[in-house]
């Protein structure tokens, strides 16, 4: 499969700066050709502030929720609703890496509640007065009790998770993240992965399916089917997961199967953080987090284990 990218002039870049100068950050599209929709479309990529002073960067690649399809024109705006490239972009923090971000196409997903019943007053764009405050729980905060649950060894979903999800672009998400590699002076040893809900299954996916691109991963609000739990033990690829104690659609004791699993299998390092007090949309408070970044950086790839 062949993608033709092109770079579209977007944010100014200084040509030139002084020794003491950082270059600002910026935000640039980048145009390809979706074999899976068969139309051109965009992507985000984000450059952190000293993006020119620096030989090599951290990826992060972030996979957004089933909330955020769209048709990477004019619908790539979703994409600033949460996640890193929110907390970069529009809160305005120093989060040193590149940050990929697709968009995951509409599919046979447009009748959907998630589509038919969002407003654009979601999108939270970059804004004079500075970060916007801390967001509230939203309408999946979920009305579950607070309280443990036991492991469901019956998987709700398969390999890929939700319907019509990251799995259908697999390999346009690793062609992106070559080009972003090659064109944004990527690190290959420090290429991350992380999204929510729908992206969570989807970083799932990806890291069960192809281990060796990524030093760590975070899936968001989406559980690890066991049957891709192996591939990952194996690499011995870092994961934290996180997930919200009140979620009413992915719920606690579907996360133990393949968690549990990773362990017996001799993954050396397996983070799970359950907040109790959330329902489904954790991610606002997990990307709001410096831990989670601070995390991330410390991790390399170890090549001669894979």
């Not at 919200?244 to 968690?259: A, E, M, T, V």
Request: proline share 8%; glycine share 10%; charged share 20%.
């Amino acid at each position: 499969m062949k993608l033709l990218f092109c770079l579209l002039a977007l944010l100014h870049i200084p040509l030139s700066v002084n020794a003491t100068e950082l270059s600002a950050p910026a935000l640039k599209r980048v145009s390809y050709h979706s074999d899976a929709t068969g139309l051109e479309r965009d992507y985000y990529v984000y450059l952190p502030e000293g993006f020119a002073q620096k030989e090599h960067w951290p990826i992060l690649l972030f996979l957004q929720g089933n909330g955020e399809r769209g048709n990477g024109k004019d619908e790539l705006d979703w994409l600033l609703v949460s996640g890193p490239l929110f907390e970069a972009w529009s809160q305005q923090r120093h989060l040193p890496f590149v940050i990929l971000v697709p968009q995951l196409p509409m599919f046979h997903q447009e009748k959907q509640g998630f589509i038919t019943g969002r407003t654009k007053d979601r999108i939270r764009y970059p804004r004079p007065e500075g970060a916007y405050p801390e967001q509230p729980p939203g309408k999946y905060r979920g009305q579950v009790k607070m309280d443990g649950q036991l492991a469901e060894p019956k998987m709700p979903f398969g390999l890929d998770g939700t319907e019509e999800g990251w799995s259908m672009i697999e390999n346009e998400l690793l062609l992106m993240l070559d080009h972003t590699l090659a064109d944004f002076k990527g690190d290959p040893d420090r290429v991350y992965l992380t999204g929510l809900s729908t992206g969570g299954f989807g970083t799932w996916f990806m890291a069960g399916k192809h281990p060796e691109r990524f030093a760590a991963i975070a899936p968001v609000s989406g559980f690890c089917h066991p049957d891709l739990a192996p591939a990952i033990a194996k690499a011995k690829l870092p994961v934290w997961c996180f997930t919200g104690g009140r979620d009413p659609y992915f719920q606690q004791k579907n996360y133990y199967p393949g968690l549990n699993l990773l362990e017996t299998l001799g993954h050396p390092d397996v983070r799970f953080t359950i907040h109790a007090d959330l329902g489904h949309d954790a991610w606002p408070r997990v990307y709001a987090s410096q831990d989670l970044y601070d995390w991330l950086l410390k991790q390399k790839k170890i090549s001669s284990d894979m």
